[in-house]
């Protein structure tokens, strides 16, 4: 669907609204509309400005800009799709599910300690603790070669730290490593972060969830109720900066992440989708993971609806393939029609130049035979068969008897 952006107008909405809500009137995205107030030279308020007008100060806004190379724009943005009985449903499901996760009977209750452990977090459980094993094996030999005399340290190595070095520096277990990680904690949270991410997934298979782990993905996924949802779980760091002696002995700043203990949990449902829940010193994670599954009941809806946008999407995309088939099948019979009549001129006018040779041949036959009558009774007699001949050869290239034969 087309829309017509006039520049003033965009101007005047631009500062009455922030963009982030502006972008869902015309359908498109956060950048998408800042990309077409650049394309027409509008200014857009700076970072912090309606948090300031929020606070009731008086922020002036920029003034619009005499230049501009056009005064309005065509935007292309898919048309809504219309709500259905399925969405109301699904509100209702959606409603239905939180009071249900609200309800103190259904509390669910993170064992810190757990015997039993999810197919899909005992493999990853594993791993962990021999991660741990190895950072807490480079940190002892790092203790140990941190007490060397520096002749020594010259001399030598070490033994195998790298892995404390690492993790010292990122915070987190697995810090080296570029692929994607259900998991990113300390040494000091990771096993209260497993306890409660086997929670929530014990959890989620009762409410009919499939819980699974994928390698390739490096998220636990939940399929079911329609959607497929990818979670995960961080633990929040703050970025520090220190002093250390390069290898020729200046001092050089190094950033390094330190762990807060704070953790938190990531639920994607595709690319950008991401929702994540975050706890707080009040209200550790493991006691608000029913307001968790309140969240993931949203996003599941948000699945439903986006795939049920694609159906529509695909639908209005196969009629309009049609629509354009329809009008390419027409222009193609209209182009084989005007080629037919073409043809059929182009005949026509042959038959009209062979029909007057014809006629012409008869012309001269006839004056041969005027001719021959006011000559001797010996040319009379030879023409005969001249005229015969003559005749059959103009009566061969005649297409008009043809043609009668033809419309009949």
């Known amino acids: ?48 400005y309606w948090a300031k007008v929020e606070a009731g100060h008086r922020v002036k806004p920029t003034a619009l800009p005499k230049e501009a190379k056009q005064q309005a724009t065509q935007i292309w943005s898919e048309p809504k799709r219309e ?9 209702a499901r959606l409603k239905e599910r939180v009071a249900y996760e609200a309800d103190p009977a259904h509390a669910i209750e993170i064992v810190m300690k757990p015997r039993r452990w999810h ?19 480079a940190r002892k030999a790092n203790e140990q070669y941190e007490k060397w005399p520096e002749w020594r340290k010259q001399r030598s190595s070490g033994p195998d730290r790298m892995a404390w070095l690492w993790y010292e520096r990122a915070g987190q277990l697995m810090p080296a490593t570029h692929h994607a990680s259900v998991v990113r904690l300390s040494l000091a949270q990771f096993r209260r972060g497993l306890a409660v991410l086997n929670g929530v997934t014990l959890a989620a298979t009762k409410r009919g969830f499939a819980v699974t782990y994928s390698e390739a993905k490096g998220r636990i996924v939940l399929e079911g109720h329609g959607a497929e949802i990818e979670l995960r779980m961080s633990e929040k760091t703050e970025q520090r900066t220190r002093k250390v002696k390069r290898f020729d002995g200046k001092l050089e700043d190094e950033r ?14 595709g690319y950008g989708k991401v929702w994540s829940f975050e706890e707080s010193t009040e209200e550790p ?31 209005r995309a196969a009629v309009l393939a049609a629509e ?67 005749l059959g050869v103009a009566g061969e290239m005649d297409p008009v008897g043809r043609r009668v034969e033809g419309l009949l």
């Open 119 to 137: 197919a899909a977090i005992a493999p990853l459980k594993q791993h962990l603790e021999e991660e741990a094993k190895k950072i807490e094996a």
């Open 324 to 390: 354009r088939a329809e009008v390419e099948r027409q222009a193609c019979e209209e182009e084989a029609r005007q080629a037919a009549e073409r043809q059929r001129r182009v005949a026509l006018i042959k038959e009209a130049k062979a029909w007057r040779r014809a006629s012409l041949l008869r012309e001269y036959v006839a004056a041969v035979q005027a001719e021959a009558a006011l000559s001797s009774e010996k040319a009379e007699a030879g023409l005969s068969e001249w005229t015969t001949w003559a």
């Open 256 to 269: 390094y992440r330190v762990p807060t203990g704070r953790l938190r949990l990531y639920a994607e449902r």
């Open 285 to 315: 994670l493991e006691t608000k993971v029913n307001a968790f599954f309140a969240g993931v009941w949203k996003q599941v809806v948000l699945c439903r609806q986006k795939r049920r946008d694609e159906e529509e999407r695909a639908r």
């Open 83 to 91: 709500k259905t009985a399925a969405d109301e449903a699904d509100a």
């Open 1 to 48: 669907m087309w829309q017509t952006i006039k520049r003033e107008e965009l101007y005047e909405e631009a500062w009455s609204v922030p963009l982030s809500q502006l972008c869902e009137k015309y359908g498109l995205s956060d950048n998408g509309l800042r990309k077409v107030c650049k394309r027409l030279n509008v200014p857009v308020p700076a970072r912090g």
